[in-house]
């Protein structure tokens, strides 16, 4: 009987030793697994590291370029414009004007508005044109000096200028500009019949202005956008300035449309003649980008 206990207790112990062992095993192996995961996440990341992987929570940076080589814009628009202000010729009184765009549209011969710019990285050149011919008659009420009276008059307005975009990037630029505005403003006088017989007239004044200021473009979305620009000077005027925004339309890369207000004044007097006036009103051009 006591052969028998110690057969069995040697028996329970080598079980016990049995379950150690394996349990020594168990516990090596899951640490040689552990050290193998650690291994590959260790590498993993490495790679990461030095292929920059992309990831949605860092996205990729984009290089914003702005134009190369020289751009050119051409904008013809139309300027419904009505005029106020004082006018003064051929010695007579000072006139005061009023008069709306319904008033001069009734009165006009001819106009010509356009505007055209080159640009070359940040600088520009530019020029904006404006000429209209307005014309009148009427008969006097007792025709014994003349029997009738006609009067034309043609306004010039030409400015040519330089800029730089201190401010550019893909949405907009902010150009500070400067030149010079050429301005001419004549009126003929013609009186036919009548002991005056068949006589006319001609008085105005031709002068030029430095200006400066802003010019700027912003893109609200791909194809909608804001323009406009704001300058003052003088030189043979005593103040010359123009103001202007508008809301443009981007068709395609070539055509855009813009719709807006203006408003540009001078105030001019020399030896008697006197063109103090203000142009205002809503302007509507067509870009050409090529």
Known sequence: MKRDADSEARMTRHDDM???????????????????????????????????IYTPVAPETKVVQTESGWTFSFTPYFWATGLSGDVRSFGLPTVNVDASFGDIWGHLDFAAMAIGEARYDRYSIFADVIY??????????????ASSVDVDAETFAGFVGAGYSVFEDSTGRLDVVGGARVWSADTTVSVSGGILGNQSRNDGDTWVDALGGLKGTYSITPNFFVTGWGLVGGGGADIDWDVAATVGYKF???????????????DYSNDGFVFDVVQQGPILGLVVKF
Request: aromatic residues 6%; proline residues 2%.
């Open 18 to 52: 049995y379950e150690s062992l394996l349990g020594v095993r168990k516990a090596v192996k899951s640490f040689g697994l552990i050290v193998v995961l650690l291994a590959g996440v260790s590498t993993v990341l490495d790679n990461a590291n030095a292929a920059d």
């Open 132 to 145: 209209t011919k307005l014309s009148g008659s009427k008969g006097t009420p007792l025709g014994i000096l």
């Open 252 to 266: 395609n890369d070539t055509f855009s449309a813009v719709a807006g207000y203006r408003a540009l004044g001078v």
